[in-house]
């Protein structure tokens, strides 16, 4: 079992930043896939930024440029870095985990990000 915590949402002005925090806690595998996705109302989820092995980033193209997703193994936490927030930006963000070899998956609660005008 794997249990994901989100935090650093909030609201913020057209053109601000945040970073989002997940901490991870339980059994952690090196090779596995980290991320960040996000849900606007009446709207898909979406992968936002992935995070593989540690190392390997991948970015939705509406977000490359801007946000920035990174993992520190030794505090078991992920990281999303968002700058240059736009009103489009406004959902609720979920932290995501999955083994890579079971394929067991694991979501966090999410946290709410709104970008005002």
């Known amino acids: 079992q794997v249990q994901l915590v989100e935090s650093g949402g909030g609201l913020v002005q057209a053109g601000g930043s945040l970073r989002l925090s997940c901490s991870f806690s339980g059994r952690i595998f090196a090779i596995n896939t980290m991320g960040w996705y996000r849900q606007a109302p009446g709207k898909q989820r979406e992968l936002v930024a992935g995070i593989r092995n540690g190392y390997s980033t991948n970015y939705a193209d509406s977000v490359k440029g801007r946000f920035a997703i990174s993992a520190d193994n030794a505090k078991n936490t992920l990281y999303l870095q968002m700058n240059s927030l736009k009103p489009e930006d406004t959902a609720v963000y979920y932290c995501?985990?999955?083994?890579?070899?079971?394929?067991?998956?694991?979501w966090g609660q999410g946290t709410q990000v709104t970008v005002s005008s």
């Open positions: 995501n985990y999955r083994d890579t070899s079971s394929g067991d998956t694991y």
